[in-house]
């Protein structure tokens, strides 16, 4: 036997589903009647019956001057319900296009003080894309002495990803440590010329650009293709200028 809760998932709410049974059930009834046999209060059934009609599930009809109440034939609701079908379809194309114009549109994510900024720095391995190397440009000084042991975690989990890692780095020991260590970790590297130091470090990846003060202890990650792709530029032609 049907019931209620069944008919919800074609937009009916549980009140509205059966007030129509109990419509089917009695044929053409007063409001007095429905409600009595969905055992609703006949106050609220005024309000229901009147989404019923809208939605196309009840009309009413007239037996001289008395105003009855009487369910649309099941085979009428689902000639209705196909029918809106094929209107969603056609609007289908445009409403697709509609929801990529938004797609595209810059995301930008803020993130700020030290436990929350360590777990958004993961997303540079951890965000879901088929681009399996990171291009990196900073210092390395301030990420690893703040975060020596998550740090290590991190490498560990990179590499178990199997991303590369490419950077650009200021020529100091925590620099060098990157360098020495870059054949097995998957890492090349690359140095600013003697002197010179990045103040901030940011990351390129997939579709995101991730940039982090340390001093400030502030992340913002930008998702953007074309701002992605013009980092990832800028970068490549900073990484071929450098020996």
């Not at 000084?141 to 990179?158: A, I």
């Not at 980092?231 to 032609?237: F, G, K, P, Y």
């Amino acid at each position: 036997m049907i019931t209620a809760p069944q008919l919800e998932e074609f937009g009916l709410s549980l009140k509205e589903a059966q007030v129509y049974l109990a419509s089917l059930q009695l044929g053409p009834a007063s409001v007095q009647a429905l409600a009595e046999q969905a055992a609703i209060h006949r106050v609220s059934t005024y309000d229901i019956i009147q989404s019923l009609i809208e939605k196309g599930f009840v009309h009413q009809t007239a037996q001289g001057k008395k105003r009855h109440l009487e369910a649309v034939a099941p085979d009428k609701v689902l000639l209705s319900l196909r029918a809106k079908e094929t209107s969603f379809l056609n609007l289908l194309p445009e409403l697709k296009a509609i929801a990529c114009k938004g797609a595209s549109k810059p995301k930008v994510m803020y993130f700020e003080g030290r436990d929350t900024v360590w777990k958004a720095y993961l997303d540079r391995i951890r965000h879901d894309t088929s681009d399996k190397e990171n291009l990196v440009y900073g210092t390395s000084t301030e990420l690893l002495t703040t975060y020596p042991k998550e740090y290590e975690q991190f490498t560990k989990e990179r590499l178990a990803r199997g991303i590369k890692a490419r950077i650009i780095v200021e020529k100091s020991a925590y620099g060098m440590v990157e360098a020495k260590r870059a054949k097995d970790e998957l890492r090349e590297v690359k140095f600013l010329p003697e002197g010179k130091k990045f103040k901030t470090h940011t990351v390129i990846y997939g579709n995101r650009v991730m940039t982090v003060s340390w001093e400030s202890m502030i992340l913002v990650i930008i998702e953007d293709q074309a701002n992605a792709d013009n980092q990832r530029l800028v970068w490549e032609m900073l990484w071929n200028s450098l020996k």
